[in-house]
């Protein structure tokens, strides 16, 4: 589904990022592993082709990206969640939704909020709120759902849990699952090392712009340097 060789990102003299290699299977979870600072949410930035970078190869769904402009990305499937949710604050719910088919086709849109609000029904509630009215737990499940209107086949999410609650924080997770188990396969960038190993099927640990481990996500979940690094234990 998606396959990275060599990536490098710059941000003046910063070397960032240095020959990150790495690929996500179809159907997969997999996530990216590391303190603040370490590179995870450059390699989406890039990945969505919103930053400059340097890479060998990057091929999504077979096809290279190297000059796909990143709106054209989204209509190909390769859809990204940011850090820090950003919906639009003075649109409602309804109409951040609709902001993500704008690559669909009208007469899905419809069928495409059904799915949506099956996900996540508290969004269907809160249709004609506000969006910067909704609460962090709210405004993250709005912009997970404005992100699966744009039919992904590939979601890259940056940071779900941040801000939110420990209870939030496990519902969440239990969505991504569940949208990942329709056949949507998903790229997470997550601090919550013990959340995001518990539910992916393999990950890459990042230590400032090097990727330094990688494999099952179940084994990487007790092995003994991530446990102490990542997992306070």
């Not at 649109?91 to 690559?103: H, I, S, Y």
């Amino acid at each position: 589904m998606l396959k990275v060789e060599k990536l490098n990102v710059y941000y003046g003299a910063i070397h960032a990022l240095h020959d990150v290699s790495f690929y996500v299977g179809k159907g997969e979870i997999v996530t990216l592993v590391g303190a603040n600072g370490a590179g995870k949410t450059s390699i989406l930035h890039a990945l969505s082709r919103l930053i400059p970078y340097q890479a060998e190869e990057i091929l999504f769904d077979g096809a290279n990206t190297g000059r796909t402009p990143a709106h054209q990305l989204v209509a190909q499937g390769l859809v990204h969640v940011p850090e820090g949710r950003r919906v639009f604050s003075r649109m409602t719910v309804l109409e951040n939704l609709e902001m993500g088919a704008f690559a669909q086709k009208t007469s899905s849109i419809s069928d495409d909020l059904d799915l949506v609000f099956s996900h996540f029904p508290r969004l269907r509630e809160r249709r004609r709120q506000l969006a910067g009215t909704l609460s962090g737990g709210e405004q993250q499940m709005l912009a997970m759902g404005r992100a699966l209107m744009s039919h992904p086949k590939l979601l890259m999410m940056d940071e779900p849990s941040m801000g939110l609650a420990p209870i939030l924080v496990q519902e969440i997770f239990s969505i991504i699952k569940d949208i990942n188990s329709t056949g949507t396969t998903i790229l997470l960038v997550e601090q919550n090392a013990h959340m995001a190993l518990s539910i992916a099927h393999r990950a890459y640990v990042l230590e400032t712009g090097d990727i330094v481990k990688e494999g099952n996500a179940q084994e990487l979940l007790w092995d003994d340097d991530v446990r102490k690094a990542y997992l306070g234990t």
